[in-house]
């Protein structure tokens, strides 16, 4: 088993910037693919960024190109999200999952095997 514990959230002003940290604890090294997914109240859970087990393959999702980067410390088992350039549509909670199947980058909610409780994000205009 793996466990996830994520956190860096907060208020912020648009504008602003977050960095958001999540540490993995149990069986790491089973761990291949890690990503963060965010879910807005009335919507559904939606990937935001994901990255490989060496750090050198990443994906991000339009709406966040350009102003997010994923990051991951094996050694630390650790991955994290800087959030740039914030914007009130970027207010959601944020998770963090882990794969432990695909060799590749993973970016679909089903095929991640772990998940993290959440952290607030709120972005104010």
């Known amino acids: 088993q793996v466990q996830l514990v994520e956190s860096g959230g907060g208020l912020v002003q648009a504008g602003g910037s977050l960095r958001l940290s999540c540490a993995a604890s149990?069986?790491?090294?089973?761990?291949?693919?890690m990503g963060w997914f965010r879910q807005a109240p009335g919507k559904e859970r939606a990937i935001v960024a994901a990255?490989?087990?060496?750090?050198?393959?990443?994906y991000y999702a339009d709406s966040v190109k350009g102003r997010f980067t994923i990051s991951r410390d094996n050694a630390k088992n650790t991955v994290y999200l800087q959030m740039n350039s914030l914007k009130p549509d970027d207010t959601a909670v944020y998770y963090c999952?882990?794969?432990?199947?695909?060799?590749?980058?993973?970016?679909?909610?089903?095929?991640?095997?772990?998940w993290g409780q959440g952290t607030q994000v709120f972005v104010s205009s």
């Open positions: 990255i490989s087990k060496s750090g050198s393959h990443t």
């Open positions: 999952a882990a794969d432990r199947t695909l060799p590749w980058v993973v970016i679909s909610t089903s095929e991640y095997d772990y």
């Open positions: 149990g069986r790491t090294d089973s761990i291949i693919s």
